[in-house]
């Protein structure tokens, strides 16, 4: 009896060990399985930019644009930059997807702009890691050249992580950056590291509210105090502010009563593929 049970443990804890290996190559294989697609689609440039214009609160003019990659998907259809990116940078894929999403980024603005629309900035999105990675400053001056695109017309868009740990390096590209002419932002702003010691030290231009801090608007007083406050702070240092994933007429009319300058949302217009941004910039875009 005492050997059966034995025997039986040994059994139930060999095939919970088998158990526990096969769910592990289960979760390894997936982990494959999706680098392996990923490289596939940077080989064969399986991505695709959508384009979300910003317009200035006061008068409803373009101001500018956001790229946002995807990934065009064989099987799961357009997979979204939150499922995607952090895996890329993990898996050490993250430098070329973000170069070509620089350079086609520049090449759609220059070709709208041939056709007469969108003289406005384009922003790209870099994560930290992109950023530490890449000598982001010499690479976007040899797009800028290859696309014929003005350095004016383009904006980066960095997150506060990006700024926390004082380096030279980053110093050094965000100065290389502005002597071009490119624009500088920061995006999730509120939502980073809390040292605000970085918008004097660095040349930024824009800081862009976390939609986190507007969804609630205005209804949430906690986050119209939040709100309020960026908008002056940016005011008094100089820096356009401009609010994320605005998408009611009463955050319109609450942010521009606050003197936000700038706005980007559903309620304009949700990211669109460079076809249909093409017709929008047709409509909304011309009257500069
Ligand atoms: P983000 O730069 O803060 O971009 C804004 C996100 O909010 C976009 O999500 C956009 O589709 C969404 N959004 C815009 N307006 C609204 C709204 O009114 N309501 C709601 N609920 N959402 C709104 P998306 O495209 O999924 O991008 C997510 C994040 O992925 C971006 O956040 C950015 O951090 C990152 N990302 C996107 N493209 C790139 C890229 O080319 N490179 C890198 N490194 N990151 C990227
Ligand atoms: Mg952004
Ligand atoms: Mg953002
Ligand atoms: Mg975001």
Same mark, same amino acid.
């Given at each position: 009896c005492a050997d059966a049970a034995m025997h039986h443990a040994k059994e139930s804890g060999r095939g919970n060990r088998q158990f526990y290996v096969s769910s592990m190559d289960a979760s390894a294989l997936d982990v494959l399985q999706q680098e392996r697609q990923l490289r596939e689609a940077i080989a064969h440039n399986h991505f695709v930019l959508h384009y979300q214009?910003?317009?200035? #609160?006061?008068?409803?003019? *373009?101001?500018? +644009?956001e790229a946002l990659v995807r990934w065009r998907h064989p099987e799961r259809g357009l997979v979204g930059p939150d499922e995607f990116i952090t895996? =890329?940078?993990?898996?050490? *894929?993250? %430098?070329?997807?973000?170069?070509?999403?620089?350079?086609e980024a520049c090449r759609q603005l220059k070709a709208w702009q041939d056709q007469g629309l969108a003289l406005v900035p384009m922003a790209v999105n870099f994560s930290a #890691?992109?950023?530490?990675?890449?000598?982001?400053?010499? @690479?976007?001056? $040899?797009?800028? #050249?290859?696309?014929?695109?003005?350095?004016?017309? *383009? @904006?980066? @868009? #960095? %997150?506060? =992580?990006? +700024?926390?740990?004082? %380096?030279?390096?980053?110093l050094g590209t965000l100065n290389a950056l502005k002597a071009l002419g490119v624009g500088i932002s920061i995006d999730d702003f509120g939502t980073g590291y809390s040292? +605000?010691?970085y918008l004097k030290r660095y040349p930024i231009d824009k800081l862009k509210i976390d939609r986190s801090f507007v969804a609630d608007t205005p209804g949430n007083s906690d986050d119209v105090a939040?709100?309020?406050?960026?908008?002056?702070?940016?005011?008094?240092?100089? *820096?356009?502010?401009?609010a994320e994933g605005v998408e009611t007429q009463a955050q319109i009319d609450l942010l521009a009563g606050l003197g936000c300058d700038l706005m980007q949302?559903?309620? &304009?217009?949700?990211?669109?593929?460079? @076809? %249909? $941004?093409? &017709?929008?910039l047709t409509n909304h875009g011309v009257e500069q």
């Open positions: 214009p910003q317009i200035c #609160l006061a008068d409803g003019t *373009l101001q500018g +644009l895996f =890329s940078e993990s898996r050490g *894929l993250i %430098t070329p997807i973000g170069r070509w999403v620089m350079r #890691l992109e950023f530490r990675q890449r000598d982001v400053a010499a @690479e976007i001056a $040899a797009v800028l #050249l290859e696309t014929g695109l003005a350095p004016q017309y *383009l @904006e980066i @868009e #960095l %997150t506060e =992580s990006v +700024l926390m740990h004082q %380096t030279g390096q980053v040292s +605000l010691a939040i709100v309020t406050a960026i908008i002056q702070m940016g005011r008094s240092l100089q *820096l356009k502010t401009v949302g559903f309620v &304009v217009a949700m990211p669109m593929d460079g @076809e %249909t $941004a093409r &017709v929008w």
